[in-house]
C-alpha cells in the first residue's frame, strides 16, 4: 500500500481518561475526520480543526465509551459533521453504521472499518493510509479489558489475531488509550512484544491473563456509557 506522507495528521491527547483523540484530513480538498472526541476537549478540538482550515466529514467512534463522554454529538450540532459508529455499538443516534470492511472517504484517502469486537461488542478499528486506529481493542504493549459492557476474551482475542494481526507489519498502530507514556507501535512490534497478546500467545492464556487482571472501574462508567449510547448528548448542556 502506497502511504501518502503528506496526510494531515495530529494525536491529541486527555490526560485526565489518557485518551487519545485523532485528527486527519486530505491537505488538498481540506475534507477530515475526527475519531474519538472528549467531550471536555470539544472547544480545543474545534479550534485545531478551524485553524487547519478543515471542513469535517465525519465524527467517528470506536466504540461505546466506558471512561469519558464522547463529543460526538456536540461536534456534529457545531460542523454538520456526520456521526459514524459500528452497527453492533447499541447506539441509535448515529448518522452511519458502519459495518466490517466498509469504507468512507475524505478527499483522496479511504478509511476502512475492521469490527473487533471483544473490549465491547461494537468496537470497530479503522485502517487508512497504512495506520490503524484501535480503539480500545490494541494499545501499545497492552489491550483494553473484557470484564464489563459486553467483554470476552475468546473475542478479543479473534479481533487481535485474525484481524488487526493480519495488518501488514509496517502498519502503525494508535491505540485510544495510552497509560504509560507511549503514542504508536507497529503491527510487527505488537506481535513480537506485547505481554498480553502477540503471535505466540494461545487463546487460553490470555483468557487466564486477561481473568487475573482484576482491575477497577474506570471513574465515570455510570456517567459515560448512558450518555455515548446518545452520542454524548447528556454532557452538552450548557456547552
Known amino acids: 500500500m502506497k502511504n501518502e506522507e503528506n496526510m494531515i495528521f495530529r494525536q491529541l491527547f486527555d490526560p485526565e481518561t489518557s485518551t487519545y483523540t485523532y485528527v486527519l484530513a486530505d491537505p488538498e480538498t481540506m475534507e477530515g475526520v475526527i475519531i474519538d472526541p472528549v467531550i471536555e476537549k470539544v472547544d480545543r478540538d474545534l479550534q485545531v480543526i478551524k485553524e487547519l482550515g478543515l471542513k469535517l466529514l465525519y465524527t467517528i467512534e470506536t466504540h461505546v465509551h466506558a471512561d469519558h463522554v464522547t463529543a460526538s454529538g456536540n461536534i456534529r450540532k457545531k460542523t454538520g459533521a456526520k456521526s459514524v459508529i459500528g452497527p453492533d455499538s447499541g447506539v441509535d443516534c448515529a448518522d452511519i453504521y458502519l459495518g466490517d470492511d466498509e469504507t468512507l472517504k475524505f478527499g483522496k484517502y479511504t478509511i476502512r472499518a475492521l469490527s473487533t469486537p471483544g473490549h465491547t461488542n461494537g468496537c470497530t478499528s479503522y485502517h487508512v493510509n497504512g ?3 484501535s480503539g480500545d481493542t490494541l494499545f501499545v504493549r497492552g489491550t483494553g479489558r473484557t470484564d464489563f459492557q459486553q467483554g470476552s476474551s475468546e473475542k478479543l482475542f479473534k479481533s487481535v489475531t485474525e484481524k488487526l494481526f493480519s495488518l501488514p507489519p509496517s502498519t502503525l498502530i494508535y491505540p485510544g488509550h495510552d497509560y504509560k507514556g507511549q503514542s504508536v507501535s507497529t503491527i510487527e512490534e505488537e506481535k513480537k512484544y506485547n505481554p498480553r497478546i502477540n503471535s505466540e500467545t ?6 487466564t ?10 471513574k465515570k462508567i455510570h ?14 448542556l450548557g456547552r
Open 209 to 218: 491473563i486477561m481473568d487475573q487482571l482484576k482491575l477497577p472501574d474506570p
Open 131 to 133: 495506520k490503524v486506529f
Open 223 to 236: 456517567e459515560a456509557v448512558p450518555a455515548n449510547l446518545v452520542c454524548g448528548a447528556k454532557a452538552e
Open 202 to 207: 494461545t487463546l487460553e492464556k490470555f483468557v
